[in-house]
């Protein structure tokens, strides 16, 4: 390859930047018209995403996780510290396929720790980790970055600890896609719904994982980023 037509670490990473911030940006866009959409299309027995949740921990023999409302829009999550399946006021209280949808996706991350999936057990190992790596990470990355001369193996070290992160996000892509998918068994087998309710279910749930896809998208292109500037810097 000729001098100069090779990719710079910068131009590299302003390209990653810009192409993230797009679908970033269409992926948040989509989630939140699907949302509004078919937050108005009614589950057929009328059940709300809290009825639906009790309901399908109980058909999987789950009986010490707990269904609670908190604050704010799409913050719902299951909470395997203290068993809880926490929901959004709109999907709690909700009676549409969105909100069921929504809560049966939950109920398979207590369904996967109950069955104990493999990759939540994996998920589960790296979260001291990747707790750990979050809070220093930043700083030993610049450290390195503007002293990797001198130190080396200081960017290296960051570029390790950064590349926990990554394969964090790409972990949770199967587990996300898993308790869609346990979420969509259970509603199928259920009064809730019917083939057109399922196809909203199916499309909503796609919508949210899109933006897991893109999250473990961003971290690996970061992380190549870093790598490219170690071996620039190196050689």
């Not at 001098?3 to 131009?11: D, K, L, N, R, S």
């Not at 940006?25 to 009825?51: A, C, H």
């Not at 087998?189 to 057109?196: M, W």
Request: glycine share 6%; charged share 15%.
């Amino acid at each position: 390859m000729e001098y100069g037509t090779e990719m710079t670490p910068y131009a590299f990473y302003w390209i990653v930047f810009i192409v993230i911030a797009i679908l970033s940006y269409s992926v948040q866009g989509n989630l939140n018209r699907k949302f509004k959409k078919y937050s108005k299309v009614p589950t057929r027995d009328g059940s709300s995403g809290y009825e639906v949740a009790c309901r399908m921990l109980a058909d999987n023999g789950i009986s010490n996780v707990k269904v609670t409302c908190v604050d704010g829009q799409l913050t719902d999550h299951y909470n395997p510290e203290n068993n809880t399946v926490n929901l959004s006021h709109d999907v709690y209280y909700g009676r549409s396929m969105m909100a069921a949808a929504v809560a049966a996706h939950e109920c398979g991350h207590a369904v996967q720790h109950a069955r104990q999936y493999a990759p939540v057990k994996m998920r589960s190992a790296l979260v001291p980790v990747v707790q750990f790596s979050s809070k220093i990470v930043t700083w030993v990355l610049l450290a390195g970055i503007l002293m990797v001369e001198a130190f080396p193996g200081l960017l290296l070290a960051g570029i390790v600890l950064f590349a926990m992160t990554t394969l964090f996000s790409f972990v949770t892509l199967p587990v996300e896609i898993d308790a869609s998918s346990r979420a969509l068994a259970w509603l199928k087998h259920t009064t809730r719904s019917d083939k057109e309710t399922m196809e909203s279910a199916q499309d909503a749930l796609k919508a949210a994982a899109y933006t897991y896809v893109v999250a473990a998208i961003s971290s690996l292109g970061t992380l190549i980023y870093y790598i490219m500037i170690y071996s620039s810097r190196r050689s």
